[in-house]
């Protein structure tokens, strides 16, 4: 499938043109800010690697608040259709011993949403690339690499190629966001520490399509 923001045909920035904010990274975050800073007006420029949203789910869990979020830049009613309320988690031993069980509430709750839903993040971020491609003050650069960011004191400077010709170009910007995620350009250019707080546990995630229904699994996560 194309998605809205991939379908549309951007003209290339002017050399050293000036923007109000420069994001890096169309995922669920930027995309959100994209949208989020068009409706007050704001000249953005969405720089991301890929034409089309990362085909396997990663995320799968939002909560009400960012419903509220998605209520605001006009998805809510579609995102809707494509998620479902979540009924709470359970953890369970290899013996089928139930350790844990954590419900989450079913009913409308005081953000005007429901607690938790559960979502397939491709079909979230096609909503989300097609909500910000409708904005005139946003410019989608895709297939692009940022390979700079330098803070020139009264502004940014990002520099960045065409993945497909190799051709260069730069833009300045009165603000960068980094959304880029766990290798990000953005952090690497801000040299920025990180703390190791010793987490060590592997984990597995396993994503199953059943040929058969399986009753006895239920609604929950388990």
Known sequence: RRTGAAQRATPPPPENA???????????????????????????????????????????????????????????????????????????????????????????????????????????????????????????????EVHSVIDRDDCVQIGYSDIRNGEKAEVSASYVVGCDGANSTVRSAMAVTESDIGLKERWVVADLLLNNPKLELGGHTN
């Open 18 to 144: 000036a923007y109000e904010v420069v994001i890096i990274g169309l995922g669920p975050t930027g995309a959100t800010l994209a949208s989020l800073l068009a409706l007050c007006g704001t000249h953005v420029l969405v720089l991301d690697r890929y034409d089309e949203p990362y085909p396997l789910p990663r995320a799968v869990h939002f909560d009400d608040e960012i419903m509220r979020v998605f209520q605001t830049i006009g998805i809510a009613d579609r995102v809707m259709e494509i998620v479902r309320v979540n009924l709470g988690m359970r953890f369970i031993d290899s013996a089928g011993k139930l350790l844990l069980d954590w419900p989450r509430p079913q009913e409308i709750g005081p953000q005007g949403w429901h607690a938790s839903y559960r979502s397939h993040q491709p079909d979230l971020e096609e909503l989300l690339r097609e909500a910000v491609s409708r904005h005139s003050n946003v410019e989608i650069r895709t297939g692009t």
